[in-house]
């Protein structure tokens, strides 16, 4: 497999988004909330992880959440977040758009990452805002000092996508000259919109996902048949 043609656009692009999804954070070892292997204590992470739960099942969903925070802290960043950050810094790519919410991107170095689906490192209080660490969780603090909530501070079902994230998120698509995915099966809407906005103003698309995903049609390159970190380290002979 060679990526002449991704070699080639990331050289002459003069403006690169980056797009990650579950499969950036499962080469770090992190289970993927929606797999088998993510599932927790046999339950339907998709009710959990809802305003629902939280609502009307909170022990549940606290149980739940602290057991994602003792998961994002117990793996780390791998070599392919470690790449990108360096990248950003030598302006070979912009900016990032992650649907993950371990917050490795930012833990690698990463500064301009539009978090869509928020990130498991923050808390904030469901009744005033205040935001804490999520460190609160791990030592068993789930209030706030005004007697509200700490929730995690991601996107639950039954929510709409932070505003600020998504605005960044749209104007980065429509920028860009040069669009990869890394590791999303784009099934997630709207999340998965911004490849094709990006693909719409005359971005070059390139799906690298181990899938086939029904986005491929509309890919100028698709890569299938290796882990990502590999591809980003292969790419770095020319960056
Ligand atoms: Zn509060």
């Known amino acids: 497999m060679t990526f002449i043609l991704l070699e080639k656009w990331l050289l002459e692009s003069n403006y690169t988004v980056v797009f990650?999804?579950?499969?950036?954070?499962?080469?770090?070892?992190?289970?993927?909330?929606?797999?088998?292997?993510?599932?927790?204590?046999?339950?339907?992470?998709?009710?959990?992880?809802?305003?629902?739960?939280?609502?009307?099942?909170?022990?549940?969903?606290?149980?739940?959440?602290?057991?994602?925070?003792?998961?994002?802290?117990?793996?780390?960043?791998?070599?392919?977040?470690?790449?990108?950050?360096?990248?950003?810094?030598?302006?070979?790519?912009?900016?990032?758009?992650?649907?993950?919410?371990?917050?490795?991107?930012?833990?690698?170095?990463?500064?301009?990452?539009?978090?869509?689906?928020?990130?498991?490192?923050?808390?904030?209080?469901?009744?005033?805002?205040?935001t804490t660490n999520s460190e609160e969780y791990i030592n068993e603090e789930y209030y706030c000092v005004c007697g509200g909530l700490l929730r995690p501070s991601i996107v639950l079902f039954g929510e709409s996508l932070p505003e600020k994230a998504f605005q960044i998120a749209l104007e980065e698509a429509q920028k860009s000259e040069l669009f990869i995915v890394l590791g999303s099966s784009l099934t997630v809407t709207p999340a998965n919109q911004f490849p094709l906005i990006a693909k719409e103003q005359g971005s070059k698309l390139v799906i690298i996902n181990q899938d086939p995903t029904d986005f491929d049609i509309y890919a100028d390159q698709v890569i299938r048949d290796k882990k990502i970190g590999e591809i980003l380290q292969e790419l770095t002979k020319i960056t």
């Open 20 to 130: 990650t999804g579950a499969g950036m954070s499962t080469e770090s070892g992190l289970p993927d909330f929606r797999s088998s292997a993510g599932m927790w204590k046999k339950k339907d992470p998709a009710r959990l992880a809802s305003t629902e739960a939280l609502n009307n099942n909170v022990h549940e969903f606290i149980d739940f959440y602290r057991n994602r925070v003792l998961g994002v802290k117990e793996y780390q960043p791998h070599k392919g977040h470690i790449i990108l950050a360096e990248w950003e810094k030598q302006g070979v790519i912009q900016s990032i758009i992650t649907q993950n919410v371990d917050g490795f991107h930012q833990l690698a170095g990463s500064k301009k990452v539009a978090e869509l689906h928020g990130t498991l490192q923050k808390l904030h209080c469901q009744t005033c805002g205040n």
